[in-house]
């Protein structure tokens, strides 16, 4: 018994509710019958065709999909939120069951003819209708629509890697001057509650504002529109690993290069490899960028500057071997060359041992087996030589001839020794001087690397 009374209140609440969707369906169905009789979407929805359509424009940033540097396209996922009155969709609520909100589909009503002005993308910049409008029945429409917008951005490559970009997407329409629709923005930047972060950009932030342009076709006429800036700032941290890590180790190994001693063949093959990593990463670099002379990026810079100082350490090796392996017969080391590098420079890089032996006024040092033929020692061969000659020719007339000739033929060897030993002695002073050049160029290039990297880090 209980059971089939149960039921049966089931069953009634079940009918009580289907009449009420029931009556509800009809109310709605004559409200839109009335509304839609008479309804041309294609005009402007005022009774008076002076008054001016008030457009609201609010803007949700969903995503920003990327930013081509190459193409100089900006690809974002924006809502868009338009909120107008239509004079032709009011209702008096009280005759229709006390509706107070309908909803139609963006296709079937007046719709602003919104588009992206700036668009580069394949359509034209126009909102695709797939959603509902909601009305109220004092005639104010709401229409929230996605859109997947490129626009046309200016990208300024200079700052690569650290580099802030700024994309503007401008939404105007084609139709309506300022007089028949205005527009105007809901607040001053877009809303981020619904935003997902892209990996390549951060957004630093955005402005919404409205603009008037007076075109030269309707001078009298402005022309509103609503411009979204969107700020962003590269995320570095791909490009630090990937690009700037290795740029700087290579410097750090052609420091290391001049370490190799200069006459090992080693080091000119070394710091060829260098360059050559150098170029290969400089070409991945340049598949990235847009190519533009207009601005050269900062990185491409950086790793121009590294490959110029590469190859200067690539000619001072060169340099440096030369001077270590001079041309026979060998010229003694110029003065002003000899006291510049030997005096001077080697004392101010501290390489002491140079700059001790070899004082200022240039008196030749001594090199190895220089003893054996010293200036004194020559002399004193020379007088033993004459002692013995004078000696011998009063004793005995016959052999003076043979002496004279042994005489003559131990100048010679001693003359030749001399010649052998002052070239070993102009030679090494040539590779002195290549020593100091190298360590010169060495300080030199550790201080370009440095000045290099801080100014491209800072
Ligand atoms: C709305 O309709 C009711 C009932 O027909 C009427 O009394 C009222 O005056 C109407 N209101 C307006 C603003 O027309």
Request: include cysteine.
């Amino acid at each position: 018994m209980e059971v089939r009374t149960r039921l049966s209140v089931t069953v009634v609440v079940m009918c009580v509710c289907c009449l009420q969707g029931l009556f509800g369906q009809f109310a709605v169905q004559p409200l839109r019958k009335a509304l839609l009789e008479n309804y041309d979407k294609r005009l402007r929805p005022v009774r008076d065709q002076a008054t001016t359509v008030r457009l609201d424009f609010d803007v949700a940033l969903r995503q920003v999909v990327g930013l081509e540097e190459l193409d100089q396209i900006f690809t974002t996922l924006l809502w868009l939120r338009l909120y107008w009155t239509d004079e032709l969709l009011q209702w008096n609520a009280s005759q229709y069951d006390g509706i107070t909100t309908a909803t139609f589909h963006s296709t079937e009503v007046w719709t602003p003819d919104l588009f992206l002005i700036n668009n580069i993308g394949g359509g034209s910049g126009d909102l695709s209708r797939v959603t509902d409008v909601t009305v109220t029945s004092e005639g104010r429409v709401a229409w929230r629509q996605p859109g997947l917008f490129s626009s046309a951005c200016e990208v300024d490559v200079s700052g690569f890697p650290y580099d802030k970009q700024t994309c503007k997407l401008e939404f105007s329409s084609w139709l309506y001057g300022g007089a028949q629709m205005d527009l105007f923005n809901m607040s001053t930047s877009m809303d981020m509650t619904a935003f997902t972060p892209n990996d390549q950009f951060e957004v630093a932030g955005s402005e919404v504002w409205k603009k008037e342009t007076y075109y030269s076709c309707c001078p009298d006429d402005p022309w509103p529109s609503i411009e979204l800036h969107v700020h962003l700032t590269r995320r570095r941290l791909f490009y630090i690993i990937n690009m700037v890590v290795p740029c700087l180790d290579l410097l750090v190994l052609n420091l290391a290069a001049f370490y190799i001693p200069p006459d090992s063949g080693e080091r000119l093959g070394f710091t060829i490899t260098v360059l050559l990593s150098l170029v290969v990463f400089q070409q991945l670099l340049t598949t990235q960028l847009p190519a533009t002379s207009t601005s050269t990026p900062m990185l491409g810079k950086f790793f121009t500057a590294t490959i110029v100082l590469v190859t200067i350490s690539l000619l001072i090796t060169i340099l440096v071997l030369r001077l270590s392996h001079p041309s026979h017969p060998s010229r003694p080391l110029p003065r002003w060359i000899r006291l510049l590098l030997l005096h001077y420079m080697a004392s101010f890089f501290c390489m002491s041992n140079i700059a001790k032996e070899r004082p200022s006024s240039g008196t030749p040092r001594d090199g190895r087996g220089t003893h054996l033929l010293h200036d004194n020692g020559d002399t004193e061969m020379k007088d033993i030589g004459r002692d013995t000659l004078q000696e011998i020719a009063l004793t005995d007339a016959a052999n003076r001839s043979l002496l004279h000739r042994i005489s003559s033929k131990v100048e010679n060897i001693s003359a030749h020794l001399q010649r052998m030993v002052d070239d070993e002695e102009e030679e090494s002073e040539w590779k002195m001087a290549a020593l100091v050049v190298d360590r010169a160029a060495m300080w030199a290039t550790a201080v370009a690397s440095i000045v290099i990297s801080l100014v491209f880090l800072l």
